[in-house]
């Protein structure tokens, strides 16, 4: 089965500093998602991946696919407070789940 | 606009009580999805559904049943409630299967705890 793990497990940054979080794939990927979740509350989707190379940006978060790699990067530049949560990718297993790694902890000190 | 729907937020059960999570959509998707988040565990997928009348088993089913007798509402069933169902419970839906470029709408969870 696929896994997916994300790097770092937590992060704690300085408001107005840059950060990357990682998510590496077990098995070729064919498309890689980003959610958004905060505390108490659902997932909110952020943006899809599905070629090699592509690159998205919503604001002031930018997410990169390296298909030979088999790994996603989630960049925010200029980070704020309201970027706070918890981030979680997930990628296609089987015919109609998807896989989610375990998340990554966001914390931006004002 | 709604999307997907939750209840009940919050729940403690009794050891060997048993209870209904309700969730429904309104956006006539035909995916809908039931997930458990422990944690430090991510998601872990329990029942899915493709459509009215077909469910399947995800990756940690034992504990849990589901039927889709309507297109917007997949409840999930807790028969027996063990103390390992202590979790947040999140259900999602999707367009479709190959989710191009609309992923997963979830509802806002359930969390539950078992005494």
């Known amino acids: 089965s696929q896994e997916l793990e994300q790097s770092p497990q937590s992060l704690i940054v300085q408001e107005g500093k840059n950060l990357t979080i990682n998510c590496t794939s077990s098995?070729?990927?064919?498309?890689l998602y980003w959610y958004k979740q905060k505390y108490g509350e659902g997932l909110i989707f952020l943006m899809m991946?599905?070629?090699?190379?592509e690159e998205k940006s919503h604001e002031k978060i930018t997410a990169k696919l390296d298909e030979k790699k088999q790994q996603s990067s989630l960049h925010i530049t200029a980070s704020q407070p309201s970027h706070a949560g918890i981030y979680l990718c997930?990628?296609?297993?089987?015919?109609?789940?998807?896989?989610f790694g375990k998340g990554t902890k966001l914390s931006v000190i004002p | 606009n709604a999307g997907v729907t939750q209840t009940p937020k919050f729940r403690i059960l009794k050891i060997g009580q048993s209870m209904t999570l309700q969730c429904t959509q309104d956006?006539?998707?035909?995916?809908m999805y039931w997930y458990r988040q422990d944690p430090g565990m991510g998601l872990k997928l329990i029942y899915y559904?493709?459509?009215?009348?077909?469910?399947d088993k995800g990756e940690v089913p034992n504990g849990y049943n589901v039927s889709r007798s309507t297109t917007e509402d997949f409840p999930l069933r807790l028969e027996l409630a063990a103390p390992s169902q202590t979790s947040v419970y999140f259900c999602?839906?999707?367009?479709?299967?190959?989710?191009?470029?609309?992923?997963?709408?979830f509802g806002s969870g359930t969390r539950l705890t078992v005494v």
């Open positions: 098995k070729t990927l064919y498309g």
């Open positions: 956006m006539n998707h035909n995916y």
């Open positions: 997930g990628a296609r297993s089987g015919s109609y789940q998807l896989t």
């Open positions: 999602a839906s999707s367009y479709s299967w190959h989710h191009r470029g609309y992923g997963y709408t």
């Open positions: 991946l599905q070629k090699g190379g």
């Open positions: 559904s493709v459509g009215a009348g077909i469910t």
